[in-house]
């Protein structure tokens, strides 16, 4: 009797301490449930936050770059000496006259990614792509925005205090008829010099890596919203031409380097085509089904989405030449 009271006491002990470890197994699944549940729900609240900024992003670049691309026209009108006295002097023309003087820089935001970076250890393993994606965004792209922006502003606030503290006619800057700031514009060749170097700050610098910022921000946009899933609508990150049909028409190649190549590591097409859709330029080839994108980010230079080629875009009175940056020249043959 003793020994069978001795074997049910010792099942019975052994009931109780795997009752007791399931429990304990169950607490911490329990617990691990509600911690995963936890992270998931914060991360999506900082990926909802960063994905408000970029949206902001994406409309900062939007709104600069046209304004840019006007801004190339002033900086060529003058470096051409396309600019006569009347022109500074017309009311309807205050661009001239306040040129390195009076301008827009393209100013990031950012705060929430640093937020998101903060809290990494905290981020679900499926959202590591994003984070890595976004990283590069902002490491990389949104630093050279930055710093070309800073490089930018500092020499315009330069070129003001040199006004000031070299020429008389400043204090009266603002007057109509300012005879010798007029003259100062018109003829003076370190001026012009000085719109040449600023239009390649601003325009060869600035703006392509604001362009290149602002196609990833779109790419960085989408991912998260499909992560979310959240529905978007990427036609509202759209930035429309003025004045789309001086691009569009049929090009042949005229020309090209040696082993040139676009769209692949072949030969360059032979053809290309640029078309306008609802104020949006577009470019493709007889090889090529795909549609790219096509943005002018100056009076003579245009990049294409997703594709990143730029090209040169060359009018003189007897033809029009698009000219990649790897060397194939097109000939416009047909509108």
């Not at 449930?33 to 998931?40: C, G, T, Y």
């Not at 380097?257 to 030969?267: A, H, L, Y």
Request: cysteine-free; hydrophobic content about 35%; aromatic content about 14%.
């Amino acid at each position: 009797m003793k020994n069978n009271k001795t074997r049910s006491y010792i099942v019975y002990a052994f009931g109780e301490i795997f009752l007791v470890v399931i429990g304990i197994l169950l607490a911490l699944q329990i617990n691990n449930w509600n911690d995963a549940r936890l992270k998931e729900q914060k991360t999506t609240t900082l990926l909802l936050d960063v994905l408000n900024e970029i949206e902001k992003n994406i409309g900062i670049s939007t709104e600069k770059l046209p304004y840019f691309h006007e801004k190339d026209s002033v900086f060529n009108a003058i470096m051409f000496k396309q600019v006569t006295e009347e022109t500074y002097l017309s009311p309807e023309f205050p661009e001239f006259k306040y040129m390195l003087n009076n301008t827009e820089s393209v100013d990031l935001l950012e705060e929430a990614f640093n937020v998101l970076m903060a809290n990494m250890e905290d981020t679900p393993l499926r959202y590591k792509t994003i984070i890595k994606d976004l990283s590069h965004l902002n490491k990389i792209l949104k630093r050279d925005v930055d710093e070309w922006n800073t490089i930018f502003k500092k020499e315009f606030q330069d070129y003001v205090k040199y006004e000031a503290e070299n020429y008389d006619w400043f204090s009266n800057y603002s007057e109509n008829g300012n005879t010798p700031l007029v003259e100062y514009y018109v003829n003076n060749k370190k001026y012009r010099n000085k719109v040449a170097y600023m239009h390649d700050i601003v325009i060869n610098n600035l703006v392509r890596e604001t362009m290149e910022y602002r196609e990833e921000a779109i790419s960085n946009y989408l991912q998260i919203a499909k992560l979310l899933e959240l529905d978007v609508e990427s036609e509202d990150m759209v930035w429309e031409i003025k004045n789309p049909e001086i691009y569009t028409g049929i090009y042949k190649l005229e020309l090209h380097i040696e082993n040139g190549f676009m769209w692949g590591p072949k030969k360059p097409v032979k053809q290309l085509t640029i078309i306008e859709n609802n104020n949006r330029l577009f470019m493709a080839s007889p090889l090529d089904t795909t549609k790219y994108e096509v943005l002018p980010f100056s009076k003579t230079q245009f990049y294409t989405v997703n594709k990143g080629y730029y090209f040169t875009y060359k009018i003189n009175q007897e033809h029009t030449l698009i000219e990649s940056n790897n060397g194939a020249v097109y000939k416009k043959v047909r509108q």
